[in-house]
């Protein structure tokens, strides 16, 4: 399976921007699926964004809509999270997540996390 390392989170002002990446091993990274999911304290683990293996369909939840973007770069086995004009309900733990067979909007489609990362957003 590949494994995913999330960087790029942090503290951020509501309004403002953050990126997070996810660095995944392995030589088989375009033959997944990636998504991006958050977990906010007390929370579900919730799907934000995914993208297709070849990087052409991407799909977001309404909730991030406009404001965040999902790409890829299969050639650096990467993946990022574009977060713009961020509210204090973003704030959560933000995991990777990589799937074989179906595009990653529900935790049980996942066959790989990432670790996970806090991104804060203060109001």
């Known amino acids: 399976q590949v494994q995913l390392v999330e960087s790029g989170g942090g503290l951020v002002q509501a309004g403002g921007s953050l990126r997070v990446s996810c660095a995944a091993s392995?030589?088989?990274?375009?033959?997944?699926?990636m998504g991006w999911f958050r977990q906010a304290p007390g929370k579900e683990r919730e799907f934000v964004a995914a993208v297709s293996q070849s990087g052409g369909n991407t799909y977001y939840a309404d909730s991030v809509k406009g404001r965040f973007t999902i790409s890829r770069v299969n050639a650096k086995t990467t993946v990022n999270l574009q977060m713009n004009s961020l509210k204090p309900e973003d704030t959560a733990v933000y995991y990777c997540?990589?799937?074989?067979?179906?595009?990653?909007?529900?935790?049980?489609?996942?066959?790989?996390w990432g670790q996970g990362i806090q991104v804060t957003v203060s109001s």
């Open positions: 392995g030589r088989t990274f375009s033959l997944y699926h």
């Open positions: 997540a990589a799937s074989l067979t179906l595009i990653p909007r529900f935790p049980s489609a996942v066959n790989s």
